[in-house]
């Protein structure tokens, strides 16, 4: 069946388009959506202003999009899990699970099925693609971590660890030089003690 796109359509094309797609998919799906007319001799008269109106809207949205690709390129999600000894996850994390956790990091709503290729069954750190466009595809850095084990308290603790060793290589440097202080001040003390009992002694 011929349909005129009224709006881009994931893998199928742009507003304006003509495509042949099945009876069903256009009766079902494309056009109760508004998402495409049936080819007709006015409807074909508009493509053209379809498109041109489309060309707009689409440079308009990837503007948008290279925002939240750069977002998406920075983020990183961490998935909890059990696991084996090896390794190896008891389930998987699934595109789903990636497209609601990235979903609510970004406040966006991205179709999950644009989201990732095949569930993660391992422990590691991976990079999903997110397809938010034909040509425009980043990537989210995904943490599957074993439960118990997150990375992120992990360093946490490294790092205030560093802090401490930080603070006490200070202390152990400064000790010596607070002692020396000390030494020449009980020094200085001293000769002016005895300066002071020189000075008092009579004379013979």
């Known amino acids: 069946m011929r349909i005129i796109?009224?709006?881009?359509?994931?893998?199928?094309?742009?507003?304006?388009?003509?495509?042949?797609v099945a009876p069903g998919y256009a009766r079902n799906f494309l056009i109760p959506r508004s998402l495409a007319v049936k080819v007709t001799p006015?409807?074909?008269?508009?493509?053209e202003t379809l498109r041109e109106s489309a060309d707009t809207r689409r440079a308009d949205r990837d503007k948008e999009y290279s925002k939240i690709a750069e977002k998406i390129e920075e983020l990183t999600l961490y998935f909890g899990v059990k696991?084996?000894?090896?390794?190896?996850?008891?389930?998987?994390?699934?595109?789903?699970?990636?497209?609601?956790?990235l979903n609510e990091e970004i406040s966006l709503e991205i179709d999950r099925r644009r989201v990732g290729d095949n569930p993660l069954?391992?422990?590691g750190t991976f990079r999903v693609p997110v397809r938010l466009e034909a040509n425009l595809v980043p990537t989210v850095k995904v943490v599957v971590f074993r439960e118990g084990e997150?990375?992120?308290?992990v360093k946490a603790v490294a790092e205030e660890e560093a802090e401490e060793a930080v603070e006490l290589e200070e202390a152990e440097i400064?000790?010596?030089?607070?002692?020396?202080?000390?030494?020449?001040?009980?020094?200085?003390?001293?000769?002016?003690?005895?300066?002071?009992?020189?000075?008092?002694?009579?004379?013979?």
């Open 5 to 20: 796109l009224l709006e881009d359509v994931y893998k199928l094309g742009v507003a304006g388009e003509v495509v042949k």
């Open 42 to 47: 006015g409807a074909l008269r508009q493509s």
């Open 83 to 101: 696991a084996g000894e090896t390794g190896k996850l008891y389930g998987s994390v699934t595109p789903v699970e990636i497209a609601e956790k």
């Open 121 to 123: 069954r391992e422990l």
């Open 150 to 153: 997150d990375p992120r308290l």
């Open 174 to 204: 400064e000790m010596p030089e607070v002692e020396a202080e000390a030494e020449l001040e009980a020094e200085a003390e001293a000769v002016e003690e005895i300066e002071e009992a020189s000075e008092e002694a009579p004379a013979e």
